[in-house]
């Protein structure tokens, strides 16, 4: 069995922390991974995934929760998931799910957040 790591930073901008969680992994094929970003902006209600990986090192948009609505961009509709709920007055949270299943996950993963418009 061979290990694929996906290494996490976290993104914001300089007026709000965002913690993304855990900071790395390294996993196996066919494992389901979770990646959790959070802030306590409570008017910020939009959080986006991205994927960088290091044969493209452009930054992908991988989709976006928007209040309790998720997007998912095509090529990442099989494997990845996004849950969480942007909506009420208390700290946000939101999850990336991944179903690994092979070399092509090996990435870095961002998340982003900013106020819906």
Known sequence: QS?????LINIGDFVLRVH???SD???????REQISCS????DH???LWYQRSPRDTALKLIG????????MEEPYKDNFTISGD???????KVSLITNVTGFEHTAVYYCATSRAH
């Open 64 to 71: 976006y929760l928007n209040y309790q609505s998720v997007t």
């Open 86 to 92: 942007l909506s009420g007055d208390k700290a946000k």
């Open 3 to 7: 290990n694929i790591p996906i290494f």
């Open 39 to 42: 802030h306590d902006k409570t």
């Open 25 to 31: 992994i390294i996993t196996e094929p066919d494992a």
């Open 45 to 47: 209600r939009l959080m």
């Open 20 to 22: 993304q969680s855990p």
